[in-house]
Every structure is written in C-alpha cells, then in structure tokens.
C-alpha cells in the first residue's frame, strides 16, 4: 500500500511540476511577442507565471534556455531513434528514421518552430546557443556511427566529418524552410531529398572499417 501511495504523490509532484514549466513557457512567449524578446526579463516572465523568480530558476538557468527546451526534448527521441533494430540493419537506416521524424515532429508544431526560430535569427547572441546545441546533435550522430564501426582514431575522425555534414545540412534546410519560406514549404521533402546525397556517403563508412 505504501509503495502505491507514494507512486501516487511522485505522479502528483511531476505533474505539478509539468503545469509550473508549461506556465512559464507560455509567459515567456506572451511576453516576447508583446515587448520583445531583450525587454522581457526573468521577473516579468515570473510574474506573468504567478511565481517566484526563484521558480524560475528551478527550471530553466536562464530565459535564453525557454527557447531551447524543446530541442533539448526533441535531441533526447533523435538519441532514442538512432538506436538501430539490430546489427543487420543498414547503416544508413536509423539516421534517416530520425531524421524524418524530427522533420515531422518540426511541420506539426510549426507556428511554434517558426516563431521560436524568428527569435533566434534576430538576436546574434542566441545564434551562438543553437551552434551550441547543434553540436550536441552531431555527437549523437558522431557516437552512433562508432559504436556500429568501431571506436579507432581513423574511425571517429570520418564520422565526425559525415555527422557534422549532415548536420550542417539539416540546419540549412531548417532555415530555408523556416526562415525564406515561413513554413510554407514540405519540409519532409526537403530532408528526404537531402539525406539521399549522405545515403552513398554513411554506408561507405563500412566499407572503410573493414579495409
């Protein structure tokens, strides 16, 4: 009974814990648009929130980090999706289901991608924080490809070179999308028709493992 009890409450606590980050979310995107992004501080996203600056803090290090939460939940399902059927499977095959679904994840929430993404572009300080968190997502692409290869110097040097390409391009196909197209554009298309010139690419990493 007392395990049920305190699954009960440990459910309760998170959920509580759900609606106070959701509630901050949601201010902080109010805010932004109504004063801007520079003239929104923690203090005013608190208070929209109706909580302590302090609570704030137990969530996100700073409100540049309010942009970049759903990228820090969208790299942990990539991880997640890069994690192949079994050693049979084609090289290739887990970067191109990871990608496609993030492509798919970014199309249906858009409005929210593209207003996130017209911040970012407008201030040159976050442009450094989204380099940043590319870069996480070319380690994941990066680790992958050793662990299925092998960890060798020669080995880590190639992916990291065909990880960072490909990431290089989802970002570029990001920002067409986003950026000159606002959204008006299929952006699973577009990452399909991309992955197709990595295809050849990854799966000749194998070939050069085993030379």
């Known amino acids: 009974m007392d395990s049920?009890?305190?699954?009960?409450?440990?459910?309760?606590?998170?959920?509580?814990?759900?609606?106070?980050?959701?509630?901050?979310?949601?201010?902080?995107?109010?805010?932004?648009?109504?004063?801007?992004f520079i003239d929104t501080s923690v203090d005013d996203i608190a208070e929209h929130a109706r909580v302590s600056r302090r609570t704030f803090f137990r969530y996100f290090p700073s409100k540049d980090d309010v942009l970049f939460l759903d990228r820090r939940a969208s790299l942990e399902t990539f991880k997640m999706l890069l994690e192949p059927g079994d050693d049979n499977e084609p090289l290739f095959?887990?970067?191109?289901?990871?990608?496609?679904?993030?492509?798919?994840?970014y199309v249906s929430q858009s409005a929210h991608v593209l207003e996130t993404q017209a911040i970012i572009d407008a201030h040159p300080q976050l442009r450094g924080r989204e380099l940043d968190a590319d870069r996480l997502w070319t380690t994941a692409m990066t680790k992958y490809l050793i662990d299925r290869l092998g960890d060798t110097a020669s080995m880590r040097l190639r992916a990291r070179i065909v990880a960072s390409a490909i990431m290089g391009a989802a970002r570029t196909i990001v920002?067409?999308?986003?950026?000159?197209?606002?959204?008006?554009?299929?952006?699973?298309?577009?990452?399909?028709?991309?992955?197709?010139?990595?295809?050849?690419?990854?799966?000749?990493?194998?070939?050069s493992a085993r030379a």
């Open 175 to 207: 920002r067409q999308w986003s950026t000159e197209r606002k959204g008006n554009a299929d952006l699973v298309n577009m990452t399909n028709e991309a992955l197709a010139l990595f295809e050849p690419l990854v799966e000749g990493l194998r070939s």
């Open 93 to 105: 095959l887990p970067l191109k289901r990871a990608w496609q679904a993030m492509a798919k994840l």
């Open 4 to 36: 049920l009890v305190e699954s009960a409450e440990g459910g309760l606590r998170e959920r509580k814990k759900a609606i106070v980050k959701n509630a901050l979310v949601e201010s902080a995107y109010t805010l932004f648009r109504k004063r801007g």
